[in-house]
Nanobody, 124 residues
Framework: QVQLVESGGGLVQAGGSLRLSCASSARTFSNNAMGWFRQAPGKEREFVTTISYGGRIKDYADSVKGRFTISRDNAKNTVYLQMNSLKTEDTAVYYC?????????????????WGQGTKVTVSS
């Protein structure tokens, strides 16, 4: 069973930065697209960003474009989410997700494995 372990969440003031990490136990990590989603209280889980298996192709939700950056290190089986210029509306539990193949994913159905989530709170 593949395990994804997120870290790096916490409390930050608006305008600040955080870097999330997600380590995967999958032996096929370097072949799989990865993604980050988030879920705010009382809301559905929403797409944040996705990255191709090799890291060259990335896509973002409009709400985070220009502020968040996804990256991956296949040698470490890890994907990262650098979050800058954080806003109070970015407050949510952030989940990393791993697909079972190379195709980029934009919905929760596109991913097979999920982390437990890491909480990000942005204060005003």
């Amino acid at each position: 069973q593949v395990q994804l372990v997120e870290s790096g969440g916490g409390l930050v003031q608006a305008g600040g930065s955080l870097r999330l990490s997600c380590a995967s136990s999958a032996r096929t990590f370097s072949n799989n697209a990865m993604g980050w989603f988030r879920q705010a209280p009382g809301k559905e889980r929403e797409f944040v960003t996705t990255i191709s298996y090799g890291g060259r192709i990335k896509d973002y939700a409009d709400s985070v474009k220009g502020r968040f950056t996804i990256s991956r290190d296949n040698a470490k089986n890890t994907v990262y989410l650098q979050m800058n210029s954080l806003k109070t509306e970015d407050t949510a539990v952030y989940y990393c997700a791993e697909a079972s193949g190379a195709r980029l994913g934009y919905t929760t159905n596109d991913y097979v494995y999920w982390g437990q989530g890491t909480k990000v709170t942005v204060s005003s």
